[in-house]
């Protein structure tokens, strides 16, 4: 298993760079723009900022390795994460700072945001050091990360995205010149909720309207929409690979079954730095995350 790469040499012209929380979150909210990313020749670099050790174990024959008792999940999750990479066809994959500097600091109020190694308690500025080191590196032109919620409130993802932005400013030429969000525009919500409404993996279940839900996006303030439907399967298999984390019968695997290339391949994001390229459609979604970008020029 090699975890920590370096950037090939020449870099090819087109350099993404992916921020994540923790083992997992790669694959459900931006599997598919990875792997639409690497089937066109770019450099996607993805960096995960901590080992997942607080996760849940949806495995029975494995719930000895939770933090409670054998305290192993971190290293099972990290090999499942390297197989998740595979399946997408990430190569250079990295823990930020290396396996286990920071740890998964659990969901917000916990003891566990305390544990002196909790992600959510890093120095700010020693943390961004970390990637402003893989910024130099590979010179990303584009990054994507969380929102400044961390998409749904988790410690973890708040504190990636203030490390990744941190970063950005830090490594000034070397730092990306468009970053990005991910998101979800409401509309897809609202369909979501209708599509799934009789289905008894219903992920809506208890969710009365889109307003109820701690993420959703305005279709105007969406930037990009990204379709990489044709590696839906890709998604779905490193999904697979996530086996703790996302049991057999998740609602995703549902929705991968039911709908298919139409919901697990296409993935949306907001604009934050960076001049929007030419798009498409009522709202001029982005169709490329490089568009208006001289390919050339870094």
Same mark, same amino acid.
């Given at each position: 298993? +090699?975890?920590?790469?370096?950037?090939?040499?020449?870099?090819?012209?087109?350099?993404?760079?992916?921020?994540?929380?923790?083992? /997992?979150?790669?694959?459900?909210? +931006?599997?598919?723009?990875?792997?639409?990313?690497?089937?066109?020749?770019?450099?996607?670099?993805?960096?995960?900022?901590?080992?997942?050790? $607080?996760?849940?174990?949806?495995?029975?024959?494995? #719930?000895?390795? #939770? #933090?409670?008792?054998?305290?192993?999940?971190?290293?099972?999750?990290?090999?499942?994460?390297?197989?998740?990479? /595979?399946?997408?066809?990430?190569?250079? *994959? *990295?823990?930020?700072?290396?396996?286990?500097?920071? *740890?998964?600091?659990? &969901?917000?109020?916990?003891?566990? !945001?305390?544990?002196?190694?909790?992600?959510?308690?890093?120095?700010?500025?020693?943390?961004?050091?970390?990637?402003? $080191?893989?910024?130099?590196?590979?010179?990303?032109?584009?990054?994507?990360?969380?929102?400044? !919620?961390?998409?749904?409130?988790?410690?973890?993802?708040?504190q990636a995205h203030r490390v990744a932005m941190r970063a950005a400013e830090l490594a000034g030429p070397d730092g990306p010149a468009k970053i990005y969000w991910t998101a979800q525009p409401l509309s897809v919500l609202r369909d979501g909720m209708e599509a799934f409404k009789e289905s008894e993996s219903n992920p809506f279940a208890d969710v009365d309207t889109v307003d109820d839900l701690p993420f959703g996006t305005p279709d105007e303030e969406i930037a990009a929409r990204i379709d990489g439907t044709e590696h839906y399967a890709k998604k779905t298999a #490193?999904? *697979?690979?996530?086996?703790?984390?996302?049991?057999? !019968?998740?609602?995703?695997?549902?929705?991968?079954?039911?709908?298919?290339?139409?919901? &697990?391949?296409?993935?949306?994001?907001?604009?934050?730095?960076?001049?929007?390229?030419?798009?498409?459609?009522?709202?001029?979604? $982005?169709?490329?995350?490089?568009?208006?970008? /001289?390919? /050339?020029?870094?």
């Open positions: 298993m +090699t975890v920590e790469q370096t950037a090939p040499d020449p870099l090819p012209a087109r350099r993404l760079l992916l921020v994540h929380a923790h083992p /997992d979150d790669e694959v459900i909210g +931006t599997g598919a723009t990875m792997a639409h990313y690497v089937s066109t020749g770019a450099h996607v670099t993805l960096v995960t900022c901590t080992l997942g050790e $607080e996760g849940e174990i949806h495995v029975p024959a494995l #719930a000895q390795l #939770a #933090a409670g008792q054998a305290d192993q999940l971190g290293g099972w999750r990290l090999v499942e994460w390297e197989r998740a990479c /595979d399946a997408l066809g990430v190569t250079d *994959r *990295r823990m930020l700072g290396g396996p286990g500097r920071y *740890r998964d600091s659990g &969901m917000m109020g916990l003891e566990t !945001n305390k544990h002196p190694r909790a992600f959510w308690s890093a120095d700010l500025d020693e943390a961004a050091a970390h990637l402003v $080191e893989i910024m130099r590196e590979i010179r990303p032109q584009v990054m994507i990360t969380y929102d400044e !919620n961390g998409f749904y409130g988790h410690p973890d993802h708040i #490193a999904m *697979r690979a996530h086996a703790t984390q996302i049991p057999d !019968n998740s609602w995703l695997y549902g929705m991968a079954g039911d709908f298919g290339g139409e919901f &697990m391949g296409v993935e949306y994001y907001t604009l934050v730095k960076g001049e929007r390229g030419p798009g498409e459609g009522p709202h001029k979604w $982005e169709t490329d995350l490089f568009a208006g970008l /001289d390919r /050339d020029d870094r």
